[in-house]
Structure formats: C-alpha cells, structure tokens
C-alpha cells in the first residue's frame, strides 16, 4: 500500500522557491535560522516562542557543510540536512524551512525580509547578522533566553563519555 507523504513535507521549502512561498505566510513573519542538529527541549521551547512573536515562523537551517565550516566539531552535524529539516517542519511552531550554505543567513533575510528576526539568548542583538536591516525596516530583533540550558554540544559531550 502507498501512504501519502505526511503533510508537514510541504513546509520544506529549497531557497530557490523561498521568494514564490512567502506570499502565502501569514503577516507578522518572524524568522530564526541555526543548525538544529540534535533537537531538544531547548530547541522547541526557543521556536514556540520565537512563533509567538508572530503568525508565521520560518527556520533557515545551515547546510552540513555550513555547520562544518563552523567549527562545532569534524562528525557534526550528526544528522545530515535532510534529516535535520523534515523534523523541523513535523514541529507545530514552524511555518517554512529553507536552508542555506553560506556561513550566514545574510542573503535569505534578504529575500525573507521578516517582522520579527530573532535567535536565541547566546546571540546579543547587535550580533544578529540582519539585525540593522531589520531595525531599519522597522521590524524588530529578540534575543530569547535560554529557558533549558541544554545544548546538542553538551548532549554530545556526555553521551561521549559513556562510551
């Protein structure tokens, strides 16, 4: 028997039909980006309420070879992009994910031109690449604090040690 592709596919969105997609979001759009590689409680508690801000979300993932580029270690990310962005789309907060393989999200804020831009607390927003163009469109910039301290870095660690 065939089953159908579970409905949350359609929220994958490769950055070439990113522009064309947009006009079907709703208004306000707010849009975060990261590697997301391991999800966890932190994670969908930062992208509830990064969707909060607004009546859309999009997610910008890094490609693998962004996440490498990186630094966060030589076997990360530990799940490839196409993994990392169908268990984004499964996630209720999320509107759209697209991805990117530049070091920064730059040209897709560009093109998403969002309301609300946010990351999480360990990014000032000063540093937010796209924060000034966003302020300069009056959108605005949110830097979420951490409500779980929990990282996929530290998961890695102490699973790690285990072993």
């Known amino acids: 028997m065939n089953y159908p592709a579970p409905e949350f596919e359609r929220k994958l969105c490769p950055p070439e039909q990113l522009a064309e997609r947009l006009s079907a979001l709703a208004r306000p759009l707010v849009m975060t980006n990261g590697c997301f590689d391991i999800l966890h409680r932190g994670h969908v508690s930062y992208l509830a309420q990064a969707r909060a801000l607004g009546a859309s979300l999009v997610v910008a993932l890094n490609t693998d070879a962004s996440v490498r580029r990186q630094g966060k270690g030589d076997d990360r990310p530990i799940n490839p992009l196409a993994q990392r962005a169908a268990v984004m789309a499964a996630l209720e907060s999320v509107s759209l994910v697209t991805w990117f ?51 996929t870095t530290a998961m890695l660690t102490r699973i790690r040690a285990q072993g």
Not at 108 to 136: C, H
């Open 101 to 151: 393989d530049e070091d920064t999200p730059a040209k897709l804020i560009d093109v998403v031109r969002p309301d609300v831009l946010v990351k999480g607390g360990d990014w000032p927003i000063e540093r937010i690449v796209g924060s000034a163009e966003t302020l300069a469109r009056g959108g605005q910039v949110h830097s979420i604090p951490f409500e779980f301290e929990t990282s």
